[in-house]
């Protein structure tokens, strides 16, 4: 299952430190669940695993044509000057890698998927797993799981790379997605491959074909490590298990 996994609103206006959120509530939490730094890593880990990254950021024209006017949410937006594109505010937190080849998505409303080219993009690739998270937990990572789910994709939340406005905003916007998708930790979660789940039926099924099947041992991952070992142990009966430092191949 192809999957990628969306940063949302990761931006200078919302979560930096010298941004107009920097002093607030969230901005507090931001830091004190040391956010950036955790998605920072779990961009990393995404990467490494083969994951495409999408940046998803909200935005308007300079004149604010696409703002809301009575909106409770983004009418204040225009009365400040925030989320200004193509200034700094609404750039993507200097913290957070962003390379070329990255998904990027900007949005002038709650939800990504509305009136962008979210959809068009995922669709285009493949995609059918998404893991996302970022700020807040009770407006964009609520309106992504819940549209996303509405679309057919599996979803799947990164709590500890999420803030609201308070500890008990997030705690209640986790809980109430619980039926929409699978809630994870970036310390944990297993991007792509898991040893437990395609590894162990790709060899069963492979053997069953008739194939001779190598697992390379040290490229795989599952939740934990005992699972790993266990699942690892129990494919013994059906291939040769070997690492990629030493197979030789051919």
């Known amino acids: 299952?192809?999957?990628?996994?969306?940063?949302?609103?990761?931006?200078?206006?919302?979560?930096?430190?010298?941004?107009?959120?920097?002093?607030?509530?969230?901005?507090?939490l931001v830091?004190?669940?040391?956010?950036?730094?955790?998605?920072?890593?779990?961009?990393?880990?995404?990467?490494?695993?083969?994951?495409?990254?999408?940046?998803?950021?909200?935005g308007f024209s300079a004149d604010y044509k696409e703002c809301p006017p009575h909106s409770p949410v983004f009418?204040?937006?225009?009365?400040?000057?925030?989320?200004k594109l193509g200034t700094w505010g609404t750039e993507i937190h200097p913290d957070l890698p962003v390379g070329p080849e990255d998904m990027q998505v900007v949005k002038h409303r709650v939800s990504p998927f509305y009136?962008?080219?979210?959809?068009?993009?995922?669709?285009?690739i493949g995609i059918e797993r998404i893991?996302?998270?970022?700020?807040?937990?009770?407006?964009?990572?609520?309106a992504t799981v819940r549209d996303g789910h509405d679309r057919d994709y599996e979803m799947i939340v990164l709590e500890d790379?999420?803030?609201a406005h308070s500890d008990t905003e997030h705690a209640n916007s986790i809980g109430s997605l619980g039926r929409f998708c699978k809630v994870e930790s970036s310390q944990t979660v297993v991007f792509g491959v898991s040893t437990q789940a395609v590894v162990q039926a790709t060899?069963?099924?492979?053997?069953?074909?008739?194939?001779e099947m190598i697992v390379l041992e040290d490229c795989c991952a599952a939740h934990s490590d005992t699972e790993h070992a266990n699942s690892i142990g129990s494919l013994g009966?059906?291939?040769?298990?070997?690492?990629?430092?030493?197979?030789?191949?051919?």
């Open 1 to 28: 299952m192809k999957s990628l996994y969306l940063v949302l609103d990761m931006e200078n206006d919302l979560v930096h430190a010298d941004g107009p959120s920097g002093k607030s509530p969230m901005g507090a």
């Open 203 to 211: 060899v069963r099924d492979g053997h069953d074909r008739d194939y």
């Open 237 to 250: 009966r059906f291939c040769k298990v070997e690492s990629s430092q030493t197979v030789v191949f051919g």
């Open 161 to 163: 790379c999420c803030a």
């Open 75 to 83: 009418s204040p937006a225009r009365q400040n000057g925030l989320f």
């Open 31 to 58: 830091v004190s669940r040391r956010i950036l730094s955790l998605t920072a890593q779990a961009i990393a880990k995404a990467r490494a695993a083969g994951l495409m990254i999408g940046f998803v950021r909200v």
């Open 131 to 142: 893991y996302c998270s970022g700020v807040s937990t009770q407006a964009v990572v609520q």
């Open 115 to 124: 009136s962008t080219s979210l959809e068009a993009q995922l669709r285009a």
